[in-house]
């Protein structure tokens, strides 16, 4: 059953050097604050598994966070590169970075087996592309009824999954709602983990097209208002387009982005 605890406690408890990690949302409730305090606590050697790496994983790689990089796409969205991102696999800055990469729909069915507790997914997926050459958890599997032959992918199953919502109560149930990408798969497939709130409340009421998260397959709730700035939580906060712009400048060498670091986060 979840623990209702702080953030800083969350991590503590549920985050260890060389753990697997995966923090999802897309677009809409990505978890900002909480990637921002594994930084803070200084963890090492993580392997960071997301459909769509933006800015939060740009900062968990320049901090020296990340020794590998499980996704499927990866950038600034709207802006261009993550230049820490680039600078880790052509440079080694902080540290080398190994990289897997998959296509969208061959991370979201492997999230989709380790919430099923199956060993791998099956899709026609991956045909014309470079990346079976490249990623060597992409197999060929011949269908045993029809002999197609498709695409393989192993379970995603991460020791921590941390993902932002809107609401829980205060028994940790986890209400969310708005675009929805694959938390609700990330949380199920993962060992522990723990979801960033805007608010706790004492009862969850409905809310049309929401997804609730039962307090048994939730680890740590932390009440953390605005954890998915600069992304937005709908009904409580807005896209902050300005800090995604100005995070290429601050970005793209390393001197300045160590500044901000120490400015932003390690305080």
């Known amino acids: ?158 020791d921590v999954a941390i993902i932002h919502a809107q609401r829980a109560d205060r028994a940790g149930n986890v209400q969310i709602w708005g675009l929805v990408g694959v938390q609700k798969e990330a949380v199920l497939a993962s060992a522990h983990s723990i979801v960033t709130v805007e608010e706790v409340v004492d009862e969850l009421t409905p809310v049309p097209g929401a997804i609730v998260l039962p307090s048994w397959a939730v680890t740590y709730v932390a009440e953390v208002p605005g954890g998915a700035h600069p992304s937005y939580a709908q009904g409580y906060s807005d896209r902050d387009n300005t800090y995604y712009q100005a995070w290429d400048a601050i970005s793209r060498e390393r001197d300045t982005f160590e500044s901000w670091v120490s400015r932003e986060v390690l305080v």
């Open 1 to 158: 059953m979840a623990e209702v605890v702080s953030l800083a406690e969350a991590v503590r408890s549920a985050v260890h050097d060389g753990d697997t990690l995966a923090l999802e949302g897309f677009t809409h409730l990505i978890p900002v604050a909480a990637g921002q305090e594994i930084i803070r606590q200084r963890r090492r050697d993580l392997t960071l598994v997301r459909m769509t790496p933006d800015i939060v994983y740009d900062q968990l790689i320049g901090a020296g966070c990340a020794r590998k990089l499980i996704f499927s796409w990866g950038g600034n969205p709207g802006v261009g590169s993550l230049h820490r991102f680039r600078d880790a696999v052509q440079n080694g800055w902080p540290a080398p970075l190994e990289v897997e990469e998959h296509s969208h729909a061959g991370m979201a069915n492997r999230y989709v087996a380790g919430a099923s507790g199956l060993p791998f997914a099956v899709l026609r997926g991956y045909a014309g592309t470079d990346l079976p050459g490249v990623t060597s958890t992409i197999k060929q599997i011949t269908c045993p009824f029809t002999g197609e032959e498709l695409a393989a992918v192993p379970a995603l199953n991460p």
